[in-house]
């Protein structure tokens, strides 16, 4: 049984300018102890699937529709109609945050208060969660700081968060996510502020802390680096969809989508002997407010069909565990809804279908 | 080797901190650094956060005055020269900055940006400069009519190609490129970095490519240099630093990479170093790296290693003094035992 | 999972249809934006419209009626509203629609006046002062605290004594401490714009001192310029009103609202009228002020929304 399942989950959020599509029609799920990565670039999704998760967003995001499933408990932010609904959501988050679902961030400043204690931070966590008496919050919050590797804890307990480093920090945001043996941490960047010396070893830390505790963590990231040494599943990410989903071998060594071949072609693997020359995905990512017809994808797309100007691609699974959201990988006419343009349908000249195709996807 | 374009030796820049009643503390961001660039080579700067390779890239083009040291551009010695002076080679030495999104000037239009060099050089005409700055537009994969938009309808990698437009309307022979590719998306690096090397092969221009993504920096550079704590800790021709790093902190460095590939990365052995970088306002005695180093010996403590030459690579380890590679053998380092470092990876 | 025959929609797609570099945003240019985000704040554009009334109102308000700001009549002495007096008149039967004009003219005048020269004081040395930094810094930054330690009111009286009082030593007394809210706002702005890549950009391109300073910097900080110029007119009209309402401002038989109010002060329980209309003016003046300058902050700052 998988802990976390998410269905269909879309977020918008109202600005001035329109409405933002950041995230449409997301779904994947996460087993117990795993590690899955979400890959994407800025804007693709990644993070605001999180915080819709965790009930996290700003005032003016609506959740039109999406189902999420913790643990088996139905935890979906969709349909909050009610008063009384919204409370009951809420209060049913507040237990989970923290709790059973802990959070660590990219910038470990935004999550410590810099004016208490790390050891009344850490314990405050234990405290909201677990009954038990302030003493036995303390041990436990040694405990955890030996725990993350961080030398003679008692003594740092009683220190500000402004006399750690940055990668102290992040062991102590590890140390407070762990406090309540959560069943799930999601880690947004959790390294990207660091250096890569710093990086490897709060990399070192995570995988080992996963390994002895068995929560599983969601890994979102840009870095396919650190999703390589690091992730069991991936699921990539492009303008709120997902693109490709599967074992991350399955992701780096036979990638289905031709999104995911372009961020393969576009980093250099200083293991590789000689330089081949990159591959670079064309153009720039889309914009949010103004999404093109059909896949997000299809204005950068090398290996472009018609059809995806007009209509979004459809699921096509390869395993049990390996699925990809392209044409490409689907070439099945019943799967196409949209009209055909007619003057296409008795063989027009290829001028004719040209304009036709250009008028369609134009409308479309 | 080619014909060499920039050599820089001893260069220093030191930074004065007022710390109120404690008087003022000098923070070393350059210490001592010694490098070479020749006509159409890309010197990759590696090091991580606080190491100094900004400082230095900003040094060279006289941002910051250099404190002292010397830097020789084609024989001429550009620390020495005053303001008015260095003008004519603001022509010849750009810079592609880090954050694509504050280095343009957000209240000008691109074509003002891009023409700006133009104008203050007295290079052409105003006709002159529009068409050329569409030629530019063009170069960089954008559009012509891009020319009366603002800075923020673009994204972050049409920006950094709109520097880069803008570095080249002066024609330079040698580029600075600070970081230019650490703000971008994954898919967007590959982009610049194409350009860069398409621009270097049609132009013939040397690039300073500082950066923090090893991977990148071995892709586009024919040699490199390692900084750490403002020394320059080795520098070789690419493929060498990769596949043989002499200094311990490189191996370190290119050790602690995430690979992008999950059967190398589970194979791959990772040095893990204790701690993190000390500050540059206490740096250690003796070696930088001394805090950190598997290999550290107590002269490493006392004494701040020269460089060393060994073939064409340098490197500043005591490691490589000519007597202790002949007693280990050969000059590789796997033979040699790791100790426990100096000192605990404490900070406060 | 190939199908055999691919069909029209599986062929692949003609490049025009793929705008990679595809820009959603256009804009008109910064100045253009601001105007059109100002017209559409209606608080904004009331202050505005007021604004423009009084100015109407000073500069061609004595044209509409038959009487100077010091012409008595005896016959109307503490007169009410009328077909000939609009407003009425005052305890020497002096027109009061008149004498609101003239004192919406020297108000107005006053306050924009100062503000502007304020401005330019403000901009140049806090420009220069920021940019500079160093020991330039220091010095004017010095001058500034020194400056400062006077209580404003009294360069006002001082000037006033020394040069009588009028117009212009109002305007003199309120500009010397007057640019100093300005000076330090545009210091503070120069000195974090100088650190941005663009500033360095410029120098790296070869620009001078002055190019960077006005070109690079001040243009951006000019949202921020023209919020504390918001500031400064409404504060300079108080002074003035306040000085002639105590009685070392304009002087008799002059006309500014301060002085209308202080010559209404003694029958205020008889003729309240005669108070209502220059406070009534000072208020609105002072409201539409505050709107346009929240307006245009809005405007000029788009990220506040």
């Known amino acids: 049984m998988s802990l976390l399942e998410i269905r269909h989950l879309s977020t918008h959020f109202q600005t001035a300018q329109g409405t933002v599509k950041a995230l449409r029609d997301v779904s994947f799920r996460v087993s117990p102890g795993e590690v899955f990565g979400l890959v994407g670039e800025s804007g693709s999704g990644k993070s605001v699937s999180m915080l819709s998760l965790m009930g996290l967003l700003g005032e003016n995001s609506v959740i039109p529709e999406g189902e999420i499933l913790f643990g088996g408990r139905d935890i979906s932010p969709s349909e909050l109609n009610t008063k009384k609904k919204r409370r009951e959501y809420e209060k049913k988050m507040r237990k989970l945050r923290g709790g059973e679902i802990s959070m660590i961030f990219q910038d470990p400043m935004t999550f410590l208060n810099p004016v208490l204690k790390i050891g009344t931070q850490i314990c405050e966590g234990i405290l909201a969660h677990i009954h038990c008496s302030r003493e036995e919050a303390r041990i436990r919050a040694i405990e955890l700081m030996r725990q993350v590797g961080i030398p003679s804890p008692e003594k740092r307990l009683e220190q500000y968060p402004f006399e750690f480093s940055g990668g102290m920090r992040q062991r102590i945001i590890i140390a407070a996510a762990l406090a309540c043996k959560p069943k799930l941490i999601i880690a947004d960047e959790p390294t990207t502020a660091l250096d890569v010396t710093v990086q490897a070893q709060i990399l070192e830390l995570i995988q080992t802390l996963t390994d002895e505790s068995g929560a599983a963590v969601i890994m979102i990231t840009h870095d396919l680096g650190v999703v390589a040494t690091l992730c069991d599943r991936i699921a990539i990410l492009y303008a709120g969809r997902v693109m490709e989903e599967g074992l991350t071998e399955e992701i780096f060594y036979n990638p289905k989508h031709p999104y995911t071949r372009g961020l393969l072609g576009s980093i250099n693997n200083s293991e590789k002997d000689g330089n081949e020359p990159l591959r670079p995905i064309p153009g720039t990512p889309p914009d949010l407010l103004k999404l093109p017809a059909g896949c997000a994808f299809m204005p950068r797309c090398q290996e472009a069909l018609r059809i995806c100007a007009a209509q979004e691609p459809p699921e096509s699974s390869f395993s049990g565990t390996h699925r990809c959201f392209c044409w490409q990988n689907s070439m099945d006419a019943s799967l196409i809804t949209v009209p055909t343009p007619a003057a296409a349908k008795r063989a027009p000249s290829e001028a004719e279908a040209q304009n036709l195709a250009l008028s369609a996807a134009r409308e479309g | 080797m080619a014909e060499k374009l920039l050599e820089v030796t001893d260069l220093c820049k030191y930074f004065e901190l007022k710390r109120g009643l404690k008087g003022t503390q000098v923070v070393k961001a350059v210490d001592h650094v010694s490098f070479e660039i020749a006509k159409g080579e890309t010197l990759g700067l590696v090091g991580e956060s606080g190491c100094g390779k900004s400082s230095l890239g900003r040094t060279l083009l006289r941002i910051y005055e250099p404190t002292a040291g010397e830097i020789l551009y084609c024989g001429k010695d550009l620390a020495r020269l005053s303001r008015r002076g260095f003008l004519p080679y603001r022509r010849k030495i750009q810079m592609i900055f880090q954050d694509p999104y504050a280095s343009l000037n957000p209240r000008l239009t691109v074509g003002e940006i891009i023409g700006e060099g133009m104008q203050i050089h007295k290079l052409c005409t105003k006709a002159q400069a529009t068409r050329r700055v569409q030629e530019l537009l063009e170069l960089v994969g954008l559009k012509p009519d891009h020319i009366r938009r603002y800075p923020h309808e673009f994204s972050g990698g049409q920006r950094q190609r709109i520097c880069i437009a803008r570095t080249l309307s002066l024609d330079p022979e040698f580029i600075v490129c600070d970081e230019p590719i650490s703000a971008l998306d994954v898919s967007i690096q590959a982009q610049v970095i194409n350009l860069l090397e398409l621009i270097q092969k049609e132009r013939g221009i040397s690039y300073l490519f500082i950066a923090h993504d090893l991977g990148m920096v071995k892709h586009i550079s024919h040699r490199i240099g390692v900084m750490y704590l403002g020394h320059m800790v080795e520098t070789g021709p690419s493929n060498d630093v990769y596949h043989d790093p002499l200094h311990p902190y490189t191996r370190a460095l290119l050790s602690a990479e995430p690979i992008p590939d999950p059967r190398a990365a589970h194979l791959k052995k990772r040095i893990l170093l204790e701690g993190e970088i000390p500050s540059p306002i206490h740096p250690p005695k003796g070696c930088p790296f001394v805090t950190r180093c598997p290999y550290a010996m107590e002269v490493c403590a006392a004494i701040q290693p020269p460089s060393f030459e060994l073939e064409n690579r340098k490197v500043s380890c005591f490691l490589y003094e000519q007597w202790r590679i002949r007693e280990r053998g050969g000059k590789g380092l796997a033979s040699l035992p790791q100790k426990a470092p100096a000192q605990p990876p404490a900070n406060a | ?305």
Request: proline share 5%; charged share 15%.
């Open chain 3, 1 to 305: 999972m190939e199908t055999p025959k691919k069909g029209f929609w599986f062929e692949p797609i003609e490049p025009e249809l793929q705008n990679s570099e595809f820009i959603a945003v256009e804009s008109k240019g910064f100045l253009a934006e601001a105007s059109a985000r100002f017209l559409r704040n209606k608080r904004a554009v009331f202050g505005l419209a007021i604004l423009v009334f009084f100015a109407a109102l000073a500069l061609f308000g004595p044209f509409l009626v038959p009487y100077s700001y010091d012409g008595q009549s005896p016959a109307f002495v503490n007169a009410p509203p009328s077909a000939a007096h609009w407003l009425g008149a005052d305890k020497f039967g002096r027109d009061l629609f008149v004498r609101l004009c003239y004192g919406a003219r020297i108000s107005l005048f006053i306050g924009f006046a100062s503000a502007l020269i304020n401005l330019v004081i403000g901009c140049v040395l806090g420009g220069i002062s920021g940019y500079a930094g160093g020991k330039v810094d220091l010095i004017i930054m010095r001058a500034v605290d020194i400056i400062y330690a006077v209580p404003s009111m009294l360069y006002v009286i001082l000037i006033m004594m020394a040069l009588g009082a009028n117009t212009k030593s109002i305007l003199i007394g309120i500009c010397i401490p007057g640019w100093i809210g300005m000076a330090r706002q545009v210091r503070g702005q120069i000195i974090s714009l100088k650190q941005q890549e663009f500033s360095m950009a410029a120098l790296v391109l070869g620009a001078g001192d002055g190019r960077i300073l006005f070109k690079h910097l001040m243009i951006n900080a000019i949202g921020p310029i023209i919020v504390q110029l918001t500031f400064l007119v409404p504060q300079a009209i108080f002074t003035e009103a306040f000085l002639s309402f105590v009685g070392v401002g304009i002087s008799a038989p002059l006309a500014s609202w301060g002085s209308m109010c202080q010559s209404a002060r003694e029958f205020i329980t008889l003729y309240p009228l005669q108070m209502l209309w220059p406070t009534l003016s000072i208020s609105l003046t002072i409201f539409s002020l505050n709107f346009l300058g929240e307006g245009i902050g809005d405007a000029l700052n788009p990220r506040s929304k």
